[in-house]
C-alpha cells in the first residue's frame, strides 16, 4: 500500500486497528509524512465545506427556477388562429408547383436527343440486334453476368416482360452471343435475331 493510499485510508476511516496504529506510530516518527496528513486533512475541511456551501447554492438555485416556472404564462402563439387545413393546402400546392417545375425544366433535359424521352423498340440502331427474354427465375446478377460476357451494348430494357434488345459491332459477335444465351437455357427463356 502507497502512502497515498495510507492516508486517504487514515482519513477516510478504512484502516483496520493494527494497520491503523502502524501508521500513526509511523507519522510520529516520519515528520514528513506527518505534514503531508495535515495537508490533506485540511485540504479534506476545505472541500467539504465548499460541498455544503455549493449544494446549498444549488437548491436555493433550483427552488427560485421552479417558482418562476410555477408563475410564469406559457406565452399565446401570435398565429394561433389559423386553421389547420391551411397550411396543409399551402404544402400541398408548393408540392404540386414544385413537380410542375421539375417536369417542365428538368424531365426534358433527362430524355432522349428528340426531346420526348420515348423511343419505340422498333427504332433502328447501329449494328445487328439481338432480342432476349430471360426466365423469371433469373436472379439479376446472373442476368449482369451473361450480359456482359456476350460484348453487347444494351440498347433497350430491361421491359415488363424482361426483354432486353442489345447490339453488337458486327453480325459475327450477334451469332457468337446468340450461341451463348441459347446454351444457358436455364437463365435465357428466348433468344431472336431483331
Known amino acids: 500500500m502507497t502512502d497515498d493510499e495510507k492516508i486517504s485510508g487514515y482519513l477516510n476511516g478504512r484502516l483496520d486497528q493494527s494497520t491503523r496504529d ?9 515528520s514528513a509524512l506527518a505534514a503531508e496528513v495535515a495537508m490533506a486533512r485540511g485540504m479534506n475541511t476545505v472541500f467539504d465545506q465548499d460541498d455544503a456551501t455549493a449544494s446549498g447554492r ?8 421552479e417558482q418562476e ?13 389559423r386553421p389547420v387545413w391551411r397550411s396543409l393546402a ?3 400546392a408548393a408540392v404540386v408547383v414544385a413537380v410542375g417545375l421539375w417536369q417542365m425544366l428538368v424531365v426534358p433535359e433527362l430524355s432522349g436527343t428528340d426531346g420526348t424521352g420515348f423511343t419505340p423498340v422498333s ?3 447501329a449494328g445487328p440486334v439481338l432480342q432476349i427474354v430471360f426466365a ?9 453476368a451473361v450480359l456482359s460476357e456476350i460484348d453487347g451494348t444494351i440498347v433497350d430494357g430491361p421491359g415488363a416482360i424482361g426483354l432486353f434488345r442489345v447490339s453488337f459491332a458486327d453480325e459475327a459477335a450477334r451469332d457468337a452471343a446468340m450461341t451463348v444465351l441459347r446454351d444457358r437455357s436455364t437463365l435465357v427463356q428466348n433468344v431472336s435475331p431483331n
Open 22 to 30: 502502524a501508521f500513526e506510530a509511523e507519522m510520529s516518527s516520519n
Open 58 to 65: 444549488s437548491a436555493q438555485g433550483w427552488a427560485r427556477l
Open 69 to 81: 416556472i410555477a408563475t410564469s404564462k406559457a406565452p399565446v402563439a401570435a398565429n394561433d388562429n
Open 90 to 92: 399551402q404544402t400541398a
Open 123 to 125: 427504332a433502328e440502331t
Open 136 to 144: 423469371e427465375t433469373a436472379e439479376l446478377a446472373d442476368v449482369i
